[in-house]
T-cell receptor, first 115, second 109 residues
Framework: DTAVSQTPKYLVTQMGNDKSIKCEQNLGHDTMYWYKQDSKKFLKIMFSYNNKELIINETVPNRFSPKSPDKAHLNLHINSLELGDSAVYFC??????????????FGPGTRLTVL | RKEVEQDPGPFNVPEGATVAFNCTYSNSASQSFFWYRQDCRKEPKLLMSVYSSGNEDGRFTAQLNRASQYISLLIRDSKLSDSATYLCVVNTNAGKSTFGDGTTLTVKP
């Protein structure tokens, strides 16, 4: 009955590796997001998808590539991992992008550590 | 200037105190506003939306001042369980959500 789920919860990997984080929501929402929360706890939006279409793409390196196979899933693939990628990555979803429909529900987060 | 600014705190208050947080935003086209709460090592969770006329939910009151571009959150009769980081969120209708850096509250016995 989890609303927004992410896997894995923890990810420890070496620099230079490629890894993916998966996100699924069962709320029937149209919009999904990826956020990065760094060691200083600042939460920054990375990407936003509405009905599988990319609508927000903040300034993130090309090594980060989101993929939305359907409205309920938004995965994040990261190539050539760097030390600075270490952070907690949160997936979120909302009914839509405007007004109160933009209330977002967050997944539990994926804690990525790059060694 | 940051798009959304909050006083980082920390706010340390005794149980039963009233505490207020403010948040200012720079984009006058912002359309919707929220307060989220984030506990340590947990995900942010919606606390309340902020309506133009102001709104209250139990001990929590949110206000919006569009002319001055700020929102506020008032917590009355603070409980130990209110200890958390409170995040102000401002959205445009284009779907962009900007989170403030958060205000940390610690309620002490």
């Amino acid at each position: 009955d989890t609303a927004v789920s992410q896997t894995p919860k923890y990810l420890v990997t070496q620099m230079g590796n490629d890894k993916s984080i998966k996100c699924e929501q069962n709320l029937g929402h149209d919009t999904m997001y990826w956020y990065k929360q760094d060691s200083k706890k600042f939460l920054k939006i990375m990407f936003s998808y509405n009905n599988k279409e990319l609508i927000i793409n903040e300034t993130v390196p090309n090594r980060f590539s989101p993929k939305s196979p359907d409205k309920a899933h938004l995965n994040l693939h990261i190539n050539s991992l760097e030390l600075g990628d270490s952070a907690v990555y949160f997936c979120a979803s909302s009914r839509s992008t405007s007004g109160r429909a933009n209330e977002q529900f967050f997944g539990p987060g994926t804690r990525l550590t790059v060694l | 200037r940051k798009e959304v600014e909050q006083d980082p705190g920390p706010f340390n208050v005794p149980e039963g105190a009233t505490v207020a947080f403010n948040c200012t935003y720079s984009n006058s086209a912002s359309q919707s506003f929220f307060w989220y709460r984030q506990d340590c090592r947990k995900e942010p969770k919606l606390l309340m939306s902020v309506y133009s006329s102001g709104n209250e939910d139990g001990r929590f009151t949110a206000q919006l001042n569009r002319a001055s571009q700020y929102i506020s959150l008032l917590i009355r009769d603070s409980k130990l369980s209110d200890s958390a980081t409170y995040l102000c969120v401002v959205n445009t209708n284009a779907g962009k959500s900007t989170f403030g850096d958060g205000t940390t509250l610690t309620v002490k016995p």
